[in-house]
């Protein structure tokens, strides 16, 4: 079955302790990305990847970093999680290295962080 | 950088009535419109897209219009179903990323 996958689904963490999330796809998707999405504010893009060892920051790349080493993984690292990256994450993909085009979503992560 | 408004923020309606929603965007270099519908605890999902060179686009009970001139493009829910209830996402794609607008909630009253 295509899809895009992520792990954790939740998770709860304390302020200053690494994380990774990960994200895989099964699609060969040019394209990746993450989100966090935040009430009233929609989804925001935190790092965007066009083709392996390509990434670029999106709106909120702060406190974030991500890797793509593979065509099919993503994750996303927090180094030093503080409060105010509570959120839920969404990793997604797109066959077009634009990124123009459909992109499809995973379930999302709920971060939680104390 | 590219900021979308989307609006309204909440639209409730009566069973078979029709819904719009509107989204401005101020990157004249967009070119790409897609919209998503979120339904609650699941992920977002495309339901249709325009691009720049075309200004309207039709897939059964859904159209959207794109005015490039005054950087503007709508949804458009025609005898709209309870199905229809969800958050619905505007975004515009100036170069290789993606910018959302803040949703708007739509209520299908049966």
């Known amino acids: 079955e295509a899809q895009v996958t992520q792990n954790p689904r939740y998770l709860i963490t304390v302020t200053g302790k690494k994380l990774t999330v990960t994200c895989s796809q099964n699609m060969n998707h040019e394209y ?28 909120v790349p702060e406190g974030y970093k991500v890797s793509r080493k593979e065509k099919r993984n993503f994750p ?35 971060l939680t962080v104390l | 950088g590219e900021n979308v408004e989307q609006h309204p923020s909440t639209l409730s309606v009566q069973e078979g009535d029709s ?4 989204c401005t965007y101020s990157d004249s270099a967009s070119n790409y419109f897609p919209w998503y519908k979120q339904e609650l605890g699941k992920r977002p999902q495309l339901i249709i897209d325009i691009r720049s060179n075309v200004g309207e686009k039709k897939d059964q009970r859904i159209a959207v219009t794109l005015n490039k001139t005054a950087k503007h493009f709508s949804l458009h829910i025609t005898e709209t179903q309870p199905e229809d209830s969800a958050v619905y996402f505007c975004a515009a794609s100036p170069y290789n990323d993606m910018r959302f607008g803040a ?3 739509l209520t299908v009253k049966p």
């Not at chain 1, 990746?32 to 709106?59: A, C, F, H």
């Not at chain 1, 290295?97 to 999302?108: A, C, H, I, L, V």
């Not at chain 2, 819904?19 to 509107?22: L, S, T």
């Open chain 1, 32 to 59: 990746m990305s993450w989100y966090r999405q935040d009430p009233g504010l929609g989804l925001r893009q935190i790092y965007y990847s066009m083709n392996v060892e390509v990434t670029d920051k999106g709106d």
């Open chain 1, 76 to 110: 996303l690292i927090l180094e030093s999680p503080s409060p105010n990256q509570t959120s839920l994450y969404f990793c997604a993909s797109a066959l077009l290295t634009s990124g123009t085009d459909t992109q499809y979503f995973g379930p999302g992560t709920r």
């Open chain 2, 19 to 22: 819904a719009v929603i509107k």
């Open chain 2, 103 to 105: 949703g708007t909630r």
